[in-house]
């Protein structure tokens, strides 16, 4: 049975100025569950299952409880953190250092003047910048409010439609013979199998893309292959049962940068 308690485990991590009271569920877990099965379920990363239950691998078992805050069932928050710069690691990509840090890959480039998504290893990225999104979101704000709701809506709109294709999906596993687990920018998905990634033809969706892909989730361009060309994508699924579940379909990729 799934129990609702109030859980305070994250509250060290919090900002002193900001009042959180988070409504967690107890799970138990079942044979054949996995990690990234359970986050699916709950809306949550594999990452803050771990955080939440102080695992230090993807490893659970038949019969184990686990706590699980469900994003919704939380206010937002901003994360304290010591450092503002964060030295790139080989394999790093915009959207993962985002992840990690809470932020987006528009912020992580307009705070350390990227025209690009292309990052090199040893470099120093900064990583905090909150004076400059305040700024940022403060400007974007104003502009808002000065526009008349019906204006501001066919901006939307348009906007939108500017930014999301209907695309033929397919999925795939890197739990295959002959399979290496690293994509072509880079990314190990055979130890880091929560993440989202999709192989896209990079002359329409470019390579760091961060895109949110329907019935996938939010997810970055970080792999090609033979075969996926044009509006075609394949989303990475750790699970080769649940990838040829996901068999061939259409799907709306929204880009999000």
């Known amino acids: 049975m799934k129990k609702l308690f109030l859980s305070l485990a994250a509250v060290a ?8 009271t988070a409504s967690a569920e107890e799970v138990d877990v079942k044979s054949g569950d996995t990690l990234w099965g359970i986050s699916q379920d ?24 686990l706590t699980v805050n469900r994003n919704g ?8 953190t010591d450092n503002s710069a964060y030295t790139i690691k080989p394999g790093d990509t915009l959207f993962a250092i985002g992840q990690q840090y809470n932020v987006s890959v528009n912020e992580l480039k307009q705070w350390n003047n990227l025209s690009s998504h292309m990052i090199y290893s040893g470099d120093t990225l900064n990583v905090n910048g909150s004076n400059v ?22 901006v939307q709109t348009q906007q939108q439609e500017q930014k999301t294709i209907t695309m033929e999906s397919t999925a795939y596993t890197a739990n295959c013979v002959g399979c290496s ?9 055979l130890e880091n199998p929560d993440r989202k990634v999709i192989a896209v033809d990079p002359n329409v969706i470019p390579l760091g893309t961060e895109v949110y892909v329907e019935g996938y989730g939010k997810a970055v361009a970080g792999d ?25 379909k259409s799907v709306d990729v929204t880009i999000l940068d």
């Open 42 to 65: 709950y809306d949550v990363s594999v990452e803050q299952i771990k955080q939440q239950n102080n695992l230090t691998s993807n490893l659970i078992f038949p019969n184990q409880q």
């Open 224 to 248: 090609i292959g033979g075969d996926i060309q044009g509006n075609r994508i394949d989303v990475f699924i750790p699970s080769q049962s649940e990838a040829l579940n996901w068999g061939r």
């Open 73 to 80: 069932d939380t206010e937002v928050a901003q994360a304290t």
């Open 13 to 20: 991590t919090i900002s002193t100025t900001t009042a959180i």
């Open 181 to 189: 687990g690293i994509t072509k920018t880079g990314i190990n998905l």
């Open 133 to 154: 999104a305040t700024k940022e979101k403060a400007s974007v704000a104003s502009t808002q409010s000065a526009q008349p709701k019906t204006q501001e809506k066919q």
